[in-house]
């Protein structure tokens, strides 16, 4: 897979803070940054929909909230952004 063809991070960060937005969570702003804020709005939703309220994207709720679960190369690019 070549570079450009894995979805940028942010991109996808910001996909899920909107989806969160739009099931009545508040995950701060959307600019793609996955702050506290926005892991903690991930674990409210997990825990109002009865999945395991970890505060981490994980397939089931990625599925319910209709976004996309982060690649492996997308998860080491976020953990490289949150280190700077």
Same mark, same amino acid.
């Given at each position: 897979?070549?570079?450009?063809?894995? =979805?940028?991070a942010r991109d996808e $960060?910001?996909?899920? #803070? %909107?989806? !969160?937005?739009? %099931? *009545? %969570?508040? =995950?701060? &702003? @959307?600019? *793609? +940054?996955? $702050?506290?804020? @926005?892991?903690?709005? !991930?674990?409210? +939703? #997990?825990?109002?929909n009865g999945l395991k309220? &970890?505060?981490? !994207?994980?397939? =089931? /709720?990625?599925?319910? !909230?209709?976004? #996309?679960? =982060? /690649? #492996?190369?997308? /998860?080491?690019? $976020?953990?490289?952004?949150?280190?700077?």
């Amino acid at each position: 897979m070549e570079k450009q063809d894995v =979805p940028n991070a942010r991109d996808e $960060i910001k996909k899920l #803070q %909107e989806a !969160l937005k739009a %099931e *009545g %969570e508040d =995950p701060g &702003s @959307t600019d *793609g +940054f996955m $702050i506290r804020k @926005t892991r903690a709005a !991930l674990k409210a +939703f #997990q825990k109002a929909n009865g999945l395991k309220a &970890s505060g981490k !994207l994980d397939e =089931p /709720t990625a599925e319910k !909230l209709g976004v #996309q679960k =982060p /690649t #492996q190369a997308n /998860t080491k690019q $976020i953990k490289e952004e949150e280190k700077n």
